[in-house]
């Protein structure tokens, strides 16, 4: 045993001694089939150290004007990027050659029909005119339920939930409601007292510059109802620049069409926030760890391989969102249909992140969220009948943190050997260079790794699938749920009865659906860049251990079965299911991507 310990140690010399200067073309050319390995194990760490190095010097960061955190430049940097964009950009060019034919055919047929005379006729919009695009429509539900109260509440119990918070005894009340003991038996005071009272407030809205369309900031209450224990809306008050003195307040006690036209108001916000916050929340805040990750950690890391794994061709849909807006801000973009500018969506994503909301790193791990909003494990107030985002969540963050653990547990016999190894040290020490806000200040703990990288995963799976993919098309940026603009101001008083003078006409209507299905990746369902597949590559676990690939078989396992479970859902005698008038299946892990696509 002492000889092949020696022999291995003179082998591991002589291969240092004998190893030429490392470059950037050995890095590009370099293959091997031996195993993944960390540090301490490495037979040849002078060689591992030089690619490293390399490495650094070939992944630079840049400032970037989209999404405030470093973009990578450099030599190795710029080919990585070359050589994802021939993965990555045919499909898209694909996909939007299918939208520009269909966006055609869609507005043909809605002009045959006779155009859009009143809210139910946008569901003439989604009937089988999109085939690639956007085949199966809204979810089941948004085009016949769209008055319904509880599709607009509990669309922030699953779409939406990341401004919605409990109000809790300290906290200001953002504006009267007179008529609150008459819609919920109890005034907005004791709806406070009791826990029950929850707010979502975009009021900085009303200070992007807009287009000739109209929007507003709004602040919505919801409640849950006290007897029934249903969440349910409670007002809601636009707010408009220059007119926040006289803004009106909202409530189900006003006319339906008021109240409906309030609520697409608000709808917009939330259609808004899934748009320009998803570049920051999922793309931004998970480059900057993976960009330090890449200066750091040698590409035979486990834990770099894993984060290649969840981080599949990042690099291209910064700039390809950047030409979006400068598209859409050139004198030559034609008709705007959002309430506010492109520049104003770039200059709203960065603030977002700058103020750590989108970019905090622990306090959006999804449980710390979740909980600081008052929203789970609240010690004031009732919890939720239902809360679809978290239980769907939790499925499938828990099955990947099941499988984050498994792996560091196979590789890291104890948390002496996470604070041992040099490499995630750096790893943890670049984050600052990085500027990743809210990164864990030091990983000594197999616990916090595992957390840091579950996170990691969450952004691309949930995060991204939940406000980009295949989740804001079917559901908050819908027709007529939540229109991009309105042709009319916002009212300045109550009384109004023509609302279709509000909503888009059929060119912007069918405008809202393209773009959205840009993001739309209905081919890919029962395919392996699904969630159920984020672990499943030949290629990868034949060099990882054999803990690691047993864990990467038990995930599958349990995603295929909870793809089995979303898929059974179904509305209920009362046309609910889980207590919303729709069918939320975003999650599905056969059919949501693992990555963030775009």
Known sequence: MIKSVLASILLAASAVQASPAFTERTLETTTSSDPYTVPKNDRNPRARAAAIDVKRKGWLYSEYPMGVAYYPTGTLANKTIAKDQESWLPPIADLQAAISDETGIALDAINSKGGLNKLEDY?????????????????????????????????????????????????????????????????LKQLQSQGRLFVEDFSEMKELTPTDKFGAGCQGYFYIHPKSGDFLPLAIRPLVKGRENSALVYTPKDSPTDWLLAKFIMNQNDGWHTTWAHITQSHSAAEAPYLAAIRTLSDDH????????????????????EAGVEAGAAPTAGPQYYA?????????????????????????????????????????????????????????????????????????????????????????????????????????????????????????????????????????TSLPFAPAGFRQPIPTKKGVTDIMSFMPTAEGAVWQVATYAAANRAAWRDTNETLSYMFSDEAMLSRMNAGTRAAATTFKTNMDAFSKVVRARKFDENGLE??????????????????SVV
């Open 578 to 595: 889980r207590g919303m008038p729709f069918l939320w299946n975003v999650l599905d892990p056969n059919w949501a991507p693992y990555w």
């Open 302 to 321: 486990p834990v770099m391989v894993i984060l290649n794994r969840v981080e599949k061709t990042p690099w291209n849909i910064r700039p390809l969102l």
């Open 340 to 476: 506010w500018t492109s520049l104003s969506g770039r200059q709203w994503a960065n603030q977002v992140y700058s103020s750590g909301e989108t970019a905090n790193f622990q306090s959006n791990y999804y449980r710390t969220l979740l909980q600081n909003n008052g929203l789970i494990n609240s010690k004031f107030g009732p919890a939720f009948k239902s809360f679809p985002f978290y239980e769907d969540t939790a499925v499938v963050t828990e099955a990947i943190r099941d499988f984050m653990t498994a792996f560091i547990d196979s590789y890291y016999p104890n948390d002496k050997a996470v604070a041992q190894d040099s490499e995630l040290q750096a790893w943890r020490a670049e984050t600052d260079v990085a500027k990743v806000y809210d990164f864990p200040k030091s990983i000594t703990t197999k616990k916090t790794l595992v957390d840091v990288l579950t996170h990691q995963a969450y952004l691309g799976a949930v995060v991204h699938g939940v406000m980009s993919t295949n989740g804001a098309i079917g559901d908050t």
């Open 123 to 187: 569901a003439n919009l989604y009937d089988g005119q999109w085939p690639k695009a956007f085949p199966d429509g809204p979810f089941p539900g948004m085009l016949t339920n769209f008055t319904d109260d509880r599709l607009f509440s509990m669309m922030r119990l699953s779409a939406s939930p990341y401004r919605l918070k409990r109000v809790q005894l300290s906290d200001p009340l953002l504006f009267p409601v007179d008529a609150a003991a008459s819609i919920t038996g109890l005034s």
